[in-house]
């Protein structure tokens, strides 16, 4: 099966500049989610989708993070406008959302903010 | 809240030795615990996980114990060779939801 496309691979913005990214998940998968990967720490949870609603979004810096899951597929995570402190690797994945469901990763985005 | 705590950071063993990782979850209800195993530059990927019915599984060189009651869950990995260098991430369902805490990591060197 094709896996969870994420674009781009490679970011870098200055401090204040916007941001988005984008993923693809599995075909099929109703659950997706963002994590935040800061180098040398696991992945952060940001938020979770099932189909195109939101199912938890209490990690996720509202003030200045969004992201959007339209028809229930594709999904776009914003920042704006980035801290230095969003250096990170944000990677997506997706399940099939029932018990014992492990995720599929995306080869996630690095981002770095100067 | 729920937390995941793994040890050791970083681990280095010779080429055929075996290698343990523990973690421990502090929320009693979760159910699930997969680990995930993230090369350098890649995305992670799950190499096995266990369900709260089970206390073992296994398949070829790595297994997962977990002990409810301790709330104490553990990767091995025997007859160790240079391709299992990566960071691998233990993971703990919260329960209810089909998200997963993940550990901080724990960096594996096997050296040749």
């Known amino acids: 099966e094709a896996g969870v496309a994420q674009s781009p691979r490679y970011k870098i913005i200055e401090k204040r500049q916007s941001v988005a990214f984008w993923c693809n998940p599995i075909?099929?998968?109703?659950?997706l989610y963002w994590y935040q990967q800061i180098l040398g720490q696991g992945p952060k949870l940001l938020i979770q989708?099932?189909?195109?609603?939101?199912?938890?979004d209490s990690q996720l810096p509202k003030d200045r993070f969004s992201a959007e899951r339209l028809k229930g597929v594709d999904s776009t995570l914003k920042i704006q406008p980035a801290k230095l402190e969003d250096s990170a690797v944000y990677l997506c994945a997706s399940s099939l959302g029932g018990f014992g469901s492990g995720y599929t990763f995306g080869s996630g985005t690095r981002l770095t903010v100067v | 809240g729920e937390n995941v705590e793994q040890h050791p950071s970083t681990l280095s063993v010779q080429e055929g030795d075996s290698a343990v990782i523990k973690c421990t979850y502090s929320?009693?209800?979760?159910?699930?615990f997969p680990w995930y195993k993230q090369e350098l530059g890649k995305r992670p990927q799950l190499i096995i996980d266990i369900r709260s019915n089970v206390g073992e599984k296994k398949d070829q060189r790595i297994a997962v114990t977990l002990n409810k009651t301790a709330k104490h869950f553990s990767l091995h990995i025997t007859e160790t060779q240079p391709e299992d260098s990566a960071v691998y991430f233990c993971a703990a369902s919260i329960a209810g939801t089909y998200k997963y805490i993940f550990g901080t990591g724990t960096r594996l060197k096997v050296l040749a």
């Open positions: 075909s099929g998968h109703a659950t």
């Open positions: 929320d009693s209800a979760s159910n699930y």
């Open positions: 989708f099932q189909n195109n609603g939101v199912v938890d």
